[in-house]
Structure formats: C-alpha cells, structure tokens
C-alpha cells in the first residue's frame, strides 16, 4: 500500500510504503504524482518503508517505469528502511534512473539531504525562485513589476516582498524626488513618524487588489539602491525585479538607482519594461 505523508515541505512528495506492492497501487499512486509534477515541476521523493514486503512481479515493473519516465522530474528520492536488505532498493533503484536515490536509516538525515536541493542549481536542475524582491516607488510601472514578480513566482510559490526605500534628507534641503524613493525628514522626529506612517499605508494600499497569497510589504530607510541591494543580501533574495519607463537610449532607460541595483546586487535583477 502506498499512502501519502503530510510534509510542510512544497518540493519533497513523501510517501509510506507498507505491505507488498501490486499492480493497484501504482494505478492509484502515479496520477497523483504526475498531478503534483504538473505543479511544481520538479518533486523529490521521501519514501518510508515499514512492514514492506516487496512487490509482485508486474508492480515491480512499473516502479522501474516510474524511474524511467520522470528521471528529468524527480530530483532526488530519499528512502527510509527497517531492514538490511531494503538498502539494496536504492542500489537498483540507481541502476534503472539517473535521479540519486539514497537509502537512509532516519528521517531527519534523509530530509536534510533531500534539502540540500532548495533554490539551488545541481546537475542542471532549477528549481526557480524562492524569494523575489519588488522594488516600489508607486508608481504604475512598479506595479507591472509585481505582476511579472507574480507570474515568476507562481510555479514555484515563492515569497515575494515589495519594498520602498524611504530617503532621509534635511528639512533645510529638499531636492527634486529620485527614482524609487520618497524623502522623509531626518531632522524632525515627528514628521518622519508622521511620513513612515503614510508610506506604510500607501504601499499596503498598492497591493490590496492583488491576488497572491505569499506577499508582503516593507519601508526601509536609506538611499534607494543601497537599501535594497542590502535588504536582498540579508533576507535570501534570488531574485529583484524593478519598474522602469520603455524609453529609448540606454541612458534613459536605466536610471541611476536602478543601475546602482544592477551593478551591486549579489543575486539576477530584472528590469520590467513599460510603455
């Protein structure tokens, strides 16, 4: 019997085997599979074995298909055993897929190794972006940003932050707005408190009609590209998307906060183009 574990996990499908394995299982475990690989895209697979009696013959022929036809899906597959010879299930299993199949005496190791995966490249596979970063000035091209952030993140069901960079400058000294940014006053308290506040309640009102379940927002003080680049650093983002006029010239398509990004950040950066 094959039966489903609950996991808190969204790429790692974890399964209990128990019993000897028939042609009905898989009739009844493989749409399942390929339900979720439709989803996700790519799966590994955490398979316990308990009380596990081994298989008939034909149900033994369509686990080595199974291996077979979804060895470019299925990243890893951990299996977890009771006894000596289910360690020769991952030695066979190695033998009919290019998927690494490992065999595992505990849980805890095999979710670990199964994780060693999570937003990274490995032999060619991607497993897309886990975290992306909107940079927003409130403008309608930040929300195209986020738009295309959204198409980007949904297969994968990344979390996505949208960010304003607040700029402090002197009351004393209040020059033309730069890109992505709205000055507060550094020299009055109040009025910071003030202008952070109406900041937080402008960008929680920029998102309202979006319809993402993984979303949030954040202010941060500081010079817009500095701000952002060192947000991403810290928080595990893959990935900056950022608004910007379809205007033409490279000078003028790129401004300077936006190439400040481009040139400094540790992780891909996209500029979204709008006309």
């Not at 972006?129 to 297969?155: C, G």
């Amino acid at each position: 019997m094959i039966k489903e574990i609950p996991i808190n996990e969204s790429h790692i499908l974890a399964i209990r085997i128990s019993g000897k394995l028939v042609d009905k299982d898989y009739t009844e475990f493989v749409p399942k599979l390929e339900r979720l690989l439709k989803k996700e895209k790519k799966l590994s697979l955490l398979i316990k074995l308990e009380d596990f009696e081994g298989w008939s013959a034909k149900s033994a022929w369509e686990d080595i298909k199974i291996g077979l036809s979804h060895e470019d899906d299925l990243l890893r597959i951990a299996i977890i055993g009771e006894k000596n010879w289910q360690k020769l299930v991952a030695t066979i299993g190695n033998i009919f897929t290019d998927t690494k199949v490992h065999y595992f005496n505990d849980e805890s190791s095999a979710l670990a190794w199964l994780n060693e995966l999570q937003n990274k490249v490995e032999q060619d596979e991607y497993l897309g972006y886990r975290h992306i970063l909107v940079a927003s000035d409130f403008s309608s091209y930040s929300l195209n940003a986020l738009n295309k952030a959204i198409e980007l993140a949904t297969p994968f069901d990344a979390k996505i932050t949208v960010l304003h960079a607040a700029e402090t400058l002197s009351a004393e000294i209040y020059p033309t707005l730069g890109e992505l940014s709205i000055p507060v006053m550094a020299d009055n308290p109040e009025l910071e408190q003030k202008q952070l506040l109406r900041l937080e309640k402008e960008l929680d009102e920029s998102i309202k009609d979006v319809d993402y379940p993984k979303i949030s927002t954040e202010i941060e003080i500081g010079r817009p590209a500095e701000t952002i680049v060192d947000y991403a650093s810290k928080n595990n983002v893959d990935l900056i998307v950022v608004g910007s006029h379809d205007r033409k010239g490279l000078a003028k398509l790129i401004g300077s906060s936006t190439n400040g990004i481009i040139n400094n950040a540790g992780c891909d950066v996209l500029v979204n183009l709008s006309s």
